[in-house]
């Protein structure tokens, strides 16, 4: 899963933000609010954290076309254990791209 985008890269979620004139990153917090999912946005970017509480509001048919991502390519993006520099050296979620982390989430 190296060289993979970001969710936030994803043709959908552009398509959709560019609908409402928002960025990416508000269209997935929309969606992630509307799914019921509690979200924990992270920036060291001003302008970013300042678009972070710019709420917006889904139609249906454009919630929906963002919740097919997982249907349609059924597969996770942003793993922290290879999407961060530095990397976390926990597997966090127990899947194969985090194997070689040497801590695991104890629960």
Avoid: C
């Avoid at 560019?18 to 924990?40: D, E, M, R």
């Amino acid at each position: 899963m190296f060289n993979e985008p970001l969710l936030v890269q994803h043709a959908t979620v552009k398509e959709v933000a560019s609908k409402y004139n928002a960025t990416p990153a508000q269209v997935i917090l929309a969606w992630a609010t509307v799914g019921g999912h509690s979200v924990i946005p992270k920036s060291v970017t001003a302008s970013r954290i300042q678009e972070n509480f710019k709420e917006i509001e889904l139609k249906k048919e454009d919630f929906e076309k963002v919740e097919q991502i997982g249907v349609k390519e059924p597969r996770r993006f942003n793993i922290p254990y290879i999407a961060n520099k530095p990397r976390w050296p926990v597997n966090i979620f127990g899947e194969p791209e985090e194997k070689d982390a040497p801590h695991k989430v104890v629960v």
